[in-house]
């Protein structure tokens, strides 16, 4: 047993040094020092007469003469036993503080093996955390399996590898290639023509016309415009509490259709963040700053409306840190940050950039924040939803103020009544909860003409009840032409101002350079190549979702506090060839699947579960659970349902009764019918308090606040929607009837055809066997005739293949 | 005629076994051996081997599961627990300006008075302890000496919404875990057969904000709160599909779980194995959760006690199913009852509208610790009653009285897993407004909940963006005196 446990240790310290590249003293050891040791053994006073601000005075010690990494053969240095805390004199350090964790205490042991090397001319206890300093580009290193390596990637993947002695997975079966390439490029399985076309290539390069084919593919933006969206908070709902809906599509559309036309990253940036200052900006452009509008606004009555504008602001502000910078900007809110150089003044006057824009807090229309298109016609489905939205609106507003009308009904005096036109008076008793919704709008209307939310909410559903469609709209951002003044917030609290403040970005960054500047130069800055920070974590987020993580794992934190680069030198590469290759995120896409990195099988190896158990190397592919809208569109291709169309409106694709209910607002559900009941998720309408309950079980987000990475839950209440739901019932019965019309004949022979349609692949024999008994037995249970029978058992069958886990996860 | 004699989670542990066992000789010597060993255990434990498992706390525990009866819009502690006849004198003057200066309310810009307004309501000293309740409350006066009232509650945000998420998740902010999420994030589940965190609902409509308040936020969404609603189904997509019957269902789960055995032994992938788990959990709620809300069995004196009819659905039921709910060891139930929203307008006066929300719960809230008690269940339950803040000493100059949001003080009150019983904590001021003694802030309450269930709320931590978060951020106290 304890044997066991020692090669456990063993095993798991040899897993803990790999996970980081060698160690670095600037970038590794050098942090860890000075976070946790500098500050009772720094420069002033130091205990115990010992410093640990710079590798010398480490080497050197302090009052007992002794070198604390000095190596004495058989023993650990004093430096690894008391951060240990087993050393026999010394208190566990950092004294009264939580102790390191293992993997920094790795780092320190593997340094102090090493024989504690440093650059000479070290600056005392001063260090620039790495994702500071600019990216450099070193050459793909050299391997010695040549053969292997397909692209740059891989020189430096493989010798990272060669380094541990671990070899690399063999490349995934066509099959399983071919699925995963769709389903990451496209977030669509292979059809049947493209399997067999794929199987058929015989010719070299048959695999790289697959990419080529799926980089063109429309679906390519529809599928990668989702993570950015997550990053964006989009959604097509007002959030808080009232959470009504909005139109922000367009800049949803917008999104897919930059990416699908490559536009380079630093535009795609420019655009979103200032799109509106741009010179002679196109509508497109203007569009595109939906970005910043998918704030929460606050319809609540009550409220103080500058607190929620304020609150857009610093979302504003601590999205642009998460999306763009990959910094926990946000920290530094209410005090300077704890572990990254941002104060909280450089905070606020990063938010002064967000804050001279139109909108307010509470939602109401603002001059310049809303962008209408009245040549386009919206569907006599969106005019309904319109209507029965505003009607419920409009409800709410006057059953708030019913009683005040009644009061005034009964104070009524006879001459009055009889002014009121006669429809109105014969029904002006009939008690409130008694009214229809005209009899109220009537009422309400003869009591109170003359409140302008009522006659703007009167005026407006007027229209569209005469058919005056409201035409489609979308929030923009529109600078005011006196900007704000600024302010830092003491605490955070809005209401007590410290120092006026202009607009600036933090100084640990590149400066920016220009006078007054304002969110267009703001947006130019984050994009110029020598912001160290932008290209890395727009990388870091495109591979994580290749890989399952990040090169990053902390992929929304790249300070301090963040985890090391496990290949820093690819990250590096890879931001510099993002610029070198003009900002085309197709060409990072293209290379990254192209790569023998990418192509490995993702099948578990018995070496790796102790040499690499999280799989940080990669020396192969991952499994993955799908996203959740992929969960549904792999479902709807399978069953032949999908409606191909691109963008527009939300739709309203079947959810349980009762989802609705769950706000604080009960909205209605009307579920879409033809074909936008079969859109791809991406189209789903998101409301933000009630979210299409099949999304939030697999772990979509809300839209509260940027998502950079999804969690990938496994729980019973996904068994209960696949199983279950009336949408993946409804599915399962197509794949069913599908399966019995392009493949008829001999039983096996379509389940082999259903394996296609869901997994890409032929099934094993004992596979397809077990299905031809499901299949029988649910034949001979069912009751009428051989056909009816037959219908039976093969959506069985179907609901089978619907809910095995390789049907939702990419291998 | 059973190819399988064993159980699922056996055979598959079986068969994982020996396929890493069979890959395992190819060569790999002993380090390998003690991997597949990790392996085989990890395998062994089968369907227990999941996120929601039973964790041991970190110490004793008190409790082991909490009923939070939330009262949505903030009910008026003056009308019902914390009795000020001073403010009765005073009534109609206005508030001196010491209590107001560099205050915020809600709805300031608009009718937001300043004048004192004195209770109506009646009020008497009850049980062993003299606890002042009103007369709204008659079934909660006579439960007096198995609670802990306390007067100095006090939250932070004045505004429903993000009260309410304040209250949940020691945070204004959305996305953030609600404290029952982090329960069970700590404690994992006594219960396979249900979520570890539950949401009940009752009263006109939803809670203010919906569903973030029992969101998991940054947590795994295992943690989320799942609503149950009232009816036949309260889970969505629990029922079987229309059509289909519960024998074909089982032949279908057994078909997805022998592929997906199989697929596991293949890719050598754990998370096939939760998934399988997952599937089976599922299939146990098909049947578990139905009969959890059947109240069939429940004897005719056990309705009478909460006032409730079987299929009715009430918060007077909903405490029934709460029962039900620990009875079974599910962590962490939550009930919300709306609107307790006392601003005096048509609909929220404290006239007729407050009498008639006291009555839907006075009852059965009192029932429900009765009946706790009875059966044994109240010393490893605690059981929470409060709203997201309580109201103002000065009432609202509206058609009929009501009072606005006030957060500075308010009363909840405790009972059972490990909470004094028949005590009176904490003191206001003669007219209500700010505590003078014993404080009781909204991080303190949740540092106290952890604390009675075992855990320190200062360690149990989950780090995001970062940062080590916690329910109370960097604050919290355990307030000793409600501890038993």
Redesign the interface.
Known sequence: MIAVKKYFWAGWLVTSTLAAAPVDYLRDVKPILTRHCVLCHGAEDPEAGFRADTAQSLREGGDSGISPVALTPGQESVLIQVVRGEHEEIRRMPFKKPPLDDAQIAILQAWVAAGAPAPAAEEPGKYIHWAFVPPGRVAPPAVKRADWPRNSIDHFILARLEQEQITPSPEANPSALLRRVSLDLTGLPPTGAEIDAFRQDRSPGAYERAVERLLASPHFGERWARPWLDAARYADSNGYSIDAPRQIWKYRDWVVAALNRDLPFDQFVIEQLAGDMLPTPTIDQKVATGFNRNTQLNGEGGIDTEQFRVESVLDRTNTFGTAFLGLTVGCAQCHDHKFDPIKQREYYQLSAFFNNSVDDGHGKATPGGLLEFPDERPTAESRERDLAEMRAELTRYLDGRGMAVMKWVQALAAEERAKLKPELRETIDVTWDQKTFAQKRAAYGAYKSDDPEFRSRDKELAQLERGEAKPPSTLVMAELPAPRDSFLFINGDFTRHGDKVAPATPAILPPLKAEKPNRLDLARWVVDPANPLTARVAINRIWQQYFGRGLVETENDFGSQGSLPTHPELLDWLATELIAQHWSMKALHRMIVLSATYRQSSLARPDLELSDPTNKLLARQSRLRLDAEIVRDVALTASGLLAGKLGGPPVFPPQPDGVMTLGQIRREWRASTGEDRYRRGLYTHLWRATPHPAFAVFDAPDGYSACTRRLRSNTPLQALTLLNDQQFVEFAAALAHRVQKEAPGELPAQIDFAFRLCLSREPQPTERQRLVELFQQQFSAAKGDATARREEAWLTVARVFLNLDETITRE | MNPYPLTPAERLSQITRRH?LS??TMG?G???L??????GAAAAAGPLANPLSPKPPMFAPRAKNIIYLFMCGGPSQLELFDYKPRLVDLNGQPIPESYIAGK?F?????SHGTKLLGTRRKFAQYGQSGAWVSELFPYTAKIVDDITIVNSCAATLF???PAKLFMNTGSG???RPAMGSWINYGLGSECQDL?GFVVLQSGP????????NW?SGFL???YQG??F?GGAEP???????TGITA???R???D??R???V???V????D??N??IS??E???R??TSAPELTDLTHESEATLKLYGVERETPSFGRNCLLARRLVERGVRFVQLYHTSWDSHG???ENLQGDFEKTCREVDQAQAALIQDLKARGLLKDTLVVWGGEFGRTPMGESR?TTGRNHHVDAFTMWFAGGGVKAGAVLGKTDELGFNPIEDRFHVHDIHATMLHLLGMDHTKLTFRF???DFRLTDVHGEVLTKLLA
């Open positions: 890493f890959r395992c790999l002993g380090i390998a003690a991997s597949m060993d990790k392996r915020r809600a709805f300031m810009d608009t505004n429903h919404a902010q959305f996305g979520p409509r939803g809670p203010r904000g919906g569903a973030v969101g795994p969404t295992t799942v609503p609603r889970i969505l997509d629990l029922a079987t599909p024998e074909r269902q032949q279908t789960i078909a997805i022998d592929l997906n199989q697929h596991a293949e890719t050598g992938d998370e096939i939760t998934r997952a599937y959990m599922a299939s709620m098909q307008g048509p609909g058609d963006q970062g940062r």
